[in-house]
């Protein structure tokens, strides 16, 4: 099998619910998040799974409209209305935990498919970086 992959770095906040440490609270990142797309048909007649701006408008430019200078909140957190009610514009109210691993879950199985539905690929991989030390990769 080929792959592909392209990274984009994004910043954020987030909070971890019920986390047992200090990631309970309201806190932030420089994230890294690296995309390995494949192709079901390998590679089209240049050799490539898919051009790599291809993989920048499909899902680079999605984090950077949804998730790029925004809090990030579990949808279950008792903190959500208030935190809605202060900074209506800047809340993305998840309905996972926003760890990284739950993160990479999220945009292999909910985004990717809408984002490269149209291009014959499928993110196989996803590796987010909260910071340079720590990363938490899914995978199909």
Not at 27 to 37: A, D, K, L
Not at 72 to 93: C, E, I, K, N
Request: net charge negative; hydrophobic share 35%; aromatic share 10%.
């Amino acid at each position: 099998m080929i792959t592909a992959t392209r990274y984009h770095d994004f910043s954020a906040g987030h909070k971890v619910t019920g986390h047992e440490n200090k990631c309970r609270h309201l806190h932030g990142h420089n994230y890294r998040v690296h995309f390995t797309i494949r192709s079901d048909v390998g590679v089209d007649n240049l050799g490539r799974v898919l051009d790599f701006s291809a993989i920048k408008s499909s899902l680079c430019e999605w984090l950077e409209s949804e998730w790029d200078h925004r809090f990030l909140v579990y949808a279950g957190d008792s903190d959500v209305s208030v935190l809605q009610r202060h900074f209506p514009d800047d809340v993305v109210v998840t309905p996972f935990n926003p760890t990284a691993e739950n993160m990479a879950r999220y945009l292999v199985e909910t985004v990717a498919p809408r984002q490269l539905e149209t291009t014959g690929c499928e993110l196989v991989r996803c590796t987010v970086e909260e910071t340079r030390k720590c990363q938490a990769t899914f995978s199909r």
